[in-house]
């Protein structure tokens, strides 16, 4: 609704989102903040807002101590990996209920989108008996096959809305003018499904390098990828506060530079589609 | 979408697109829950058995305080923060809707929280929530001594400072979704209640919001979703603690397997969070096929 908004109001609109948005935007500056103090620093009192001494010892001892840098690898690894195999799964998916649908085509998405609703413990136990007896527990690869498969009604999801808005007509004159199948894909469906697949690949990265209720329980020291190794940096640890802001602000920084930039498809992404 | 399906060239193709996505889903979500559940009926201690023993697990599950306190935390988690998430959700948008400066900004900050790992979610707030360190103290230091709010450190609160957490966490994205449904609103609308006479809140309350179903219905799946889900925000921000007052099903559940090593019961505590879906489904389900069968009838 485009209301005449006056321009007085309209400023002090600003101001209040301002604040609105730095009281939500605040613990997440603050455990910035946090990870450039001392220890000493960190529980002082008052708190100092910002850090009196800066320091990167906090990111110097979280990698000496436990090898930080291996499960920001690991994370690397598990999220890109998985969201490449799920397209090779989810492409030839989305694209034939896209452009071929049946009957069927709509009750099957919605019955895949709603595995997604179940709760993982259901598959738990079967899943982990399954990874043990082929040695697929606490490895890498492992975790990438079941990241890929936890995302999959998503990622299919996604692909199909946005495959339907490329108009069919355009598949259609390039196969009337003789184009054979593959080229029909390659030379005109890509290049146009391109930021649908890039959008789709985002979220699911962002996704996979969140997960935790996988990385928790199917991995151990190995194959751990950073939400994992910070939850295990928590409990006993606790009152190391600048380390594990330490951590925990390189486990979020590539999440913010991302979100920043692409904010559009996150929202389109996280919502199913549901806002464009 | 019809107008799509009108010409087609071999379906087989079609077909072959689809099958490894259908098997896969299928392979895993189908035997996997059905083996869950049927170890539900067993005595499955460490590893799982079948020696079928009827629904003596769920009575046992039913008798268990830990499991009764994991499902009325997840109702007191669940109504709580889903009721404010649309509320705070619904005023962040319509103070969006008011065409500030810089929206694209303040959309990526709002977001932020729900963009972020459940796990450091519940680390920072856990460290807001210390009664020595953060909000209580920070608040004392002014000068407002006698100022408490420390929910974690107490079980019979400390259930609401995950809800805190999850407002935090949620109300950016519900924001996003209701922003969008209350710009596909008619401009019309506003008009026409201000010509009435209508005050603005009676117009947001009774016209719009109303207007707004299929928006409001999205987030409340989403967030519905995410409720079933909850698992990581109480392992970082609470361990299920003090005590077992945080604990919740999903917690219940891996403690059960691992800790405990009673598969039989902690299937049967899964199969319990699946059946609320799997009913919901079910009902959609019927009345889909309802539905069609009426179409096909007229």
Not at chain 1, 39 to 58: K, Q, R, V, Y
Not at chain 1, 151 to 163: A, D, H, Q, R, S
Not at chain 2, 41 to 58: C, E, I, N, R
Request: charged share 10%.
């Amino acid at each position: 609704m485009a209301r005449a908004v006056s321009p007085r109001r309209k400023w002090s609109f600003t101001v209040l989102a301002w604040i609105v948005a730095l009281l939500l935007f605040f613990p997440i500056l603050w455990t910035i903040l946090t990870s450039f103090k001392t220890e000493g620093d960190a529980i002082l009192f008052p708190p100092a807002f910002l850090p009196p001494h800066w320091t990167l010892e906090n990111f110097v001892e979280v990698q000496d101590r436990s090898n930080y840098f291996k499960h920001f690898f690991n994370s690397v690894v598990i999220s890109i990996g998985s969201t490449l195999l799920g397209l090779v799964i989810t492409v030839p998916a989305a694209w034939s209920m896209a452009f071929s649908p049946t009957k069927r085509t709509k009750d099957i998405l919605m019955w895949m989108l709603s595995t997604k609703m179940m709760p993982a413990v259901g598959v738990l136990v079967p899943i982990y008996l399954i990874f043990k007896s082929l040695n697929l527990l606490d490895s890498l690869f492992g975790l990438t096959i079941i990241l890929m498969l936890i995302n999959l009604p998503i990622m299919v999801w996604m692909l199909y809305t946005y495959f339907r808005e490329i108009p069919v007509d355009i598949l259609e004159a390039s196969r009337m003018d003789g184009a054979v199948l593959w080229k029909e894909i390659v030379y005109v469906l890509l290049p146009m499904a391109i930021p649908g697949i890039a959008s789709t690949m985002l979220l699911n990265i962002i996704l996979a390098w969140n997960e935790a209720f996988w990385t928790l329980n199917l991995t151990a020291a190995n194959a751990a990828p950073l939400t994992a190794f910070i939850a295990s940096y928590s409990s006993p640890e606790g009152l190391f506060w600048a380390k594990l802001s330490a951590a925990s602000t390189l486990a979020i920084a590539p999440i913010l530079v991302i979100g920043w930039f692409s904010q559009k498809q996150l929202v389109r992404g996280m919502t199913f589609g549901a806002v464009k | 979408m019809m107008a799509h399906a009108t010409r087609r060239r071999l379906p087989i193709q079609a077909v072959a697109g689809t099958v490894p996505m259908i098997l896969v889903s299928v392979g895993v979500f189908i035997i996997g829950i059905g083996a869950s559940v049927l170890w539900s009926f067993t005595s499955s201690k460490l590893f799982p058995a079948y020696d079928f023993v009827g629904l003596q697990q769920y009575r046992r599950l039913w008798a268990d305080a830990r499991w009764l306190i994991s499902v009325n935390n997840i109702w007191i988690f669940g109504l709580l923060s889903i009721a404010c998430n649309m509320v705070f959700g619904y005023l962040l948008a319509v103070f969006m809707d008011q065409r500030i400066r810089q929206e694209d900004t303040f959309r990526s900050i709002f977001l932020y929280p729900f963009a972020m790992s459940l796990i450091v979610t519940g680390l920072v707030w856990q460290w807001a929530l210390d009664p020595n360190l953060g909000l209580q103290q920070t608040v004392r230091n002014w000068g407002w001594t006698d100022f408490s709010f420390a929910p974690l450190v107490d079980a019979k609160t400390a259930i609401y400072g995950l809800v805190v957490a999850g407002i935090w966490q949620g109300s950016g994205v519900t924001m996003a979704i209701l922003l969008a449904g209350l710009r596909g609103v008619d401009a019309e609308i506003w008009k026409a209640a201000r010509v009435d006479g209508i005050p603005t809140w009676r117009t947001h309350l009774f016209i719009v919001a109303p207007m707004m179903r299929g928006a409001f219905a999205t987030a409340f799946v989403l967030q519905c979703v995410a409720v079933v889900r909850v698992y990581d925000l109480v392992i970082a921000m609470t361990g299920g603690g003090p005590g077992i007052a945080t604990t919740m099903p999903a917690v219940y559940v891996i403690q059960m397997i691992t800790v405990r090593q009673n598969v039989g019961q902690g299937m049967a505590g899964a199969t319990m969070m699946l059946l609320p879906i799997l009913l919901v489904l079910a009902l959609g389900g019927i009345l889909a096929w309802r539905r069609k069968r009426k179409g096909v009838a007229a």
